[in-house]
């Protein structure tokens, strides 16, 4: 008979998060997409987001987020036995961003590799790691969001320009005494995974000898809105029911940040309390799809320290259509006896 480790919990040990230092507001945007701030506010709530420098590459931003997650959570790297990256936004299929950074961050025998959930990719990696720790094939891992969509983005589309933006979040996952992360609920709708799509192909560009430029991102405004509101807040709902708690009993719900108007409606449908916090950080960080559940719960608990410690409802959505949310219980305050 195999012999299964039983009864590890996991948790949430730390979380860092890293953004470029220019900031880039609606006012830098909306003469080239023929727009206006008041109008990116209604629509989107955006003010303004960052934008990484030509010379700051993926393996930058995520480096950072992690070295604020190691030492947040009292960890080196070597404590580290996997890494799980997960990015739209790395410019090479292989060898894996992962593996890249293991070796920057000085552990390259580590267990690395990359995942492509799109803006659900954060989500999907932390109920991966949760799972590698609760059977033992993993003590501690390290999933890591990050993104440089501004590669990817047409700076005169009209639809997206000023949506996108880069960035960084990662936390550190281990062993726990108690529960503290709840059955990761995902899927998909593939059926209409033509509404986020990154065009033209690779192999369209090669047929065309078009290599000037990156594919950009292109999406069904309306499309995204509908499925994100209703079928998300669905899913919602099944990942607080998984965990056996309430709306009632969260301390804050930190969705994927595509739009302020989509994360108050799904707030509004799964039933969340005032009481509970509810992540807007795309206010100031746009949309940086694997990084933004990440960043916004760095944000948060740097605006809201009292929630360290406190139920988070999460839930990343995107391009695929794919979806991935579970409840977490927040990292203690770094360098707390947690």
Known sequence: MIRVNKGTDSRVLSVGGYQPSRVVPNSEIVDRIDSTDEWIRQRTGIEERRFAAPDESVLDMAEAACRQALAR???????IDTVIVATITYPYQAPSAATALIARLGNPKAAAFDINAACAG????????????????????????????????????????????????????????????????????????????????????????????????????????????????KAGLRAIEAAGITPSDLAAFIPHQANVRIIESMAREIGIPD????????????????????????????????????????????????????VIELPPKPGSSE
């Open 275 to 326: 009481t509970v916090a509810i992540a807007q950080d795309i206010r100031t960080s746009g949309n940086t799809s694997a990084a933004s559940v990440p960043l916004a719960m760095s944000a948060l608990l740097k605006e809201r320290p009292d929630l360290h410690g406190g139920l988070a409802l999460l839930i990343g959505y995107g391009a695929g259509l794919v979806y991935a949310g579970q």
């Open 122 to 233: 954060f989500c999907y990696g932390v109920g991966m790691a949760s799972d590698f720790v609760r059977s033992g094939t993993s003590k501690h891992v390290l999933v890591v969001g990050v993104e440089k969509l501004t590669d990817f983005t047409d700076p005169e589309d009209r639809a997206t320009a000023f949506i996108f933006a880069d960035g960084a979040g990662a936390v550190v996952i281990g062993p726990s005494d108690h529960p503290a992360i709840g059955p990761t609920v995902w899927g998909s709708d593939a059926d209409s995974r033509d509404a986020i799509v990154m065009e033209p192909s690779w192999n369209q560009m090669r047929a065309e000898n078009s290599f000037e430029r990156w594919p950009n991102i292109s999406q069904q405004g309306q499309t995204v809105f509908r499925w994100a509101v209703f079928s998300m807040s």
């Open 73 to 79: 959570a009292n960890l080196t790297i070597e404590n």
